[in-house]
């Protein structure tokens, strides 16, 4: 019985020791072992005018990584382009910025391999000219960015603005929405816009009116509120169904689809702004160069 304990003992001991063996064989292991180079990314970017397809030398452009929520990088196009590093597992906006031009937000995710393993990066609002591998392993990206000029009584559609029937309190989704327009607003200092609501053409003219001015002022109020933005810089206008994008109008048989295209919310350039005056986006007749 006595060497039976014995040699219970001993096999304890044994095994006791054998672990603190392996755990300190672990940690050499664990701090010995070189950690893998981080993945890069450079990123060329050259920025171009939307309409013309010219080059836009000059073009300020930050590299804002959304991850750590801080400014990156920034630089000019010179030369043709700009050249970034972005760092694998980290999204990144790029904001392109010229006098007389909207501020240009894109995107370029070095991390949505995350959510999925097929992809190795995601680009939104980029232009991918071309792709190639170096020595050092980093992927070489070229793209561009489009800048539109900004231009008096342009307008777009601002997607999914949608009210409950016969309302006009923003809604959860709505306010998502209005959210990007805020950063529009943010972006773009300078402009000042009008917030138009549209309906479709069922109900009086005089409901809709009304109905589509209360839509658009409350709108209004939830940007201004949201993104502090000043009251001079957006104004609330509602169109009723003064201004139909198809036939769909009184008495004439349309499906929910044709009427839907008609219930939309639209923001239109009014005005721009330089340290809060006016100024005539036209500009004057003067040519630069050198003197004779």
């Known amino acids: 019985m006595i060497i039976k304990n014995q040699s219970q003992i001993m096999k304890n001991v044994f095994l006791f020791y054998f672990f603190i063996f392996l755990l300190n064989?672990?940690?050499?292991?664990?701090?010995s072992k070189p950690q893998e180079p981080v993945k890069k990314y450079k990123l060329q970017i050259r920025a171009y005018d939307y309409e013309t397809r010219d080059d836009l030398e000059g073009t300020y452009i930050k590299l804002y990584n959304l991850t750590k929520k801080k400014l990156a990088d920034s630089a000019i196009v010179m030369n043709g382009f700009a050249t970034f590093t972005l760092d694998k597992g980290n999204d990144y906006d790029l904001i392109g910025q010229r006098a007389r031009y909207m501020t240009r937000r894109a995107n370029f995710n070095a991390a949505c391999y995350l959510q999925d393993p097929k992809k190795v990066f995601c680009v939104s609002g980029i232009d991918i000219e071309n792709v190639t591998r170096q020595a050092d392993g980093t992927d070489f990206v070229e793209g561009a960015i489009a800048m539109k000029k900004i231009k008096l009584n342009d307008s777009f559609k601002i997607e999914n603005i949608r009210?409950?029937?016969?309302?006009?309190?923003?809604?959860?989704?709505a306010a998502k929405e209005l959210d990007n327009l805020v950063q529009i607003l943010k972006d773009n200092p300078g402009i000042v816009v009008e917030l138009g609501s549209h309906t479709d053409c069922r109900a009086s003219d005089e409901y809709n009116l009304n109905l589509s001015q209360k839509r658009a002022e409350s709108a209004v109020e939830y940007i201004i509120k949201k993104g502090k933005i000043p009251q001079n810089r957006i104004a609330a206008k509602?169109?009723?169904?003064?201004?139909?994008?198809?036939?769909?109008?009184?008495?004439?048989?349309?499906?929910?689809?044709?009427?839907?295209?008609?219930?939309?919310?639209?923001?239109?350039?009014t005005g721009y702004l330089v340290d809060?005056?006016?100024?005539?986006?036209?500009?004057g007749t003067a040519v630069s160069g050198d003197k004779n």
């Open 25 to 31: 064989n672990q940690q050499i292991i664990a701090q």
């Open 238 to 269: 509602g169109y009723g169904e003064t201004k139909l994008l198809n036939k769909c109008d009184d008495g004439v048989a349309c499906s929910e689809l044709e009427h839907a295209m008609n219930r939309r919310t639209e923001i239109r350039i």
């Open 276 to 283: 809060g005056i006016p100024v005539d986006l036209k500009g």
């Open 163 to 173: 009210y409950d029937l016969n309302k006009w309190e923003i809604r959860p989704d």
